[in-house]
T-cell receptor
Framework: GAGVSQSPRYKVAKRGQDVALRCDPI?????LFWYQQALGQGPEFLTY????????KSGLPSDRFFAERPEGSVSTLKIQRTQQEDSAVYLC??????????????FGDGTRLSIL | GESVGLHLPTLSVQEGDNSIINCAYS??????FIWYKQESGKGPQFIID?????DKRQGQRVTVLLNKTVKHLSLQIAATQPGDSAVYFC????????????FGAGTTVTVRA
């Protein structure tokens, strides 16, 4: 497809369960980002990949959060032992190059995660 | 219609009027700024960006103005249409990284018919 694709669009899980969220970036985009967006707030940075390398994971809230991009394309964000405070929209974005801030990040429509 | 002051969470504007959305950014060393539009249930959609070596940049029906002296960014939308109703976010390149975006809280724009 032409844009960033995320699945599932909605995920409901019970507290304590593990979840996996998928992101298909725009074809050929080198950089991939994950953001967390709480209700009524702007997105907050979680982690950044350049190809398959995770160069920054400073925004991950805890060690229950794990992200990977093993072949430099599709990425998965995994949350283990989910807590209610993990409920949010998880957004994935990609950009064309690794050449700093000149390339805008293009976002998918997100996965809305609800923890019961 | 115009959002005044540093930040106003909502802006109501008459269809056909021009809209001005204001944003104060936090870091005087930030060198890249970007405006996104987010409709309900969707991800942020890129509108326009600007580097710090520019004061103004125009797109289709939109203009971004950057005032580095007072750390202020604005988005002007000409002839606002019902489809412009959304939440608008400004974001700055979050130094010292050159890729991490820091988003503002957003302004909800409602277009009145």
């Amino acid at each position: 497809g032409a844009g960033v694709s995320q699945s599932p669009r909605y995920k409901v899980a019970k507290r304590g369960q593990d979840v996996a969220l998928r992101c298909d970036p725009i074809s050929g985009h080198v950089s991939l980002f994950w953001y967390q967006q709480a209700l009524g707030q702007g997105p907050e940075f979680l982690t950044y990949f350049q190809n398959e390398a995770q160069l920054d994971k400073s925004g991950l809230p805890s060690d229950r959060f794990f992200a990977e991009r093993p072949e430099g394309s599709v990425s998965t964000l995994k949350i283990q032992r989910t807590q209610q405070e993990d409920s949010a929209v998880y957004l994935c974005a990609s950009s064309q190059t690794d050449r700093g801030p000149d390339q805008p990040q293009h976002f998918g429509d997100g996965t809305r995660l609800s923890i019961l | 219609g115009e959002s005044v002051g540093l930040h106003l969470p909502t802006l109501s504007v008459q269809e056909g009027d021009n809209s001005i959305i204001n944003c104060a950014y936090s870091n005087s060393a930030s060198d890249y700024f970007i405006w996104y539009k987010q409709e309900s249930g969707k991800g942020p959609q890129f509108i326009i960006d600007i580097r710090s070596n520019m004061d103004k940049r125009q797109g289709q029906r939109v203009t971004v103005l950057l005032n580095k002296t007072v750390k202020h960014l604005s988005l002007q939308i000409a002839a606002t249409q019902p489809g412009d109703s959304a939440v608008y976010f400004c974001a700055e390149n979050f130094l010292p990284s050159d890729y991490k975006l820091s988003f503002g809280a957003g302004t909800t724009v409602t277009v009145r018919a």
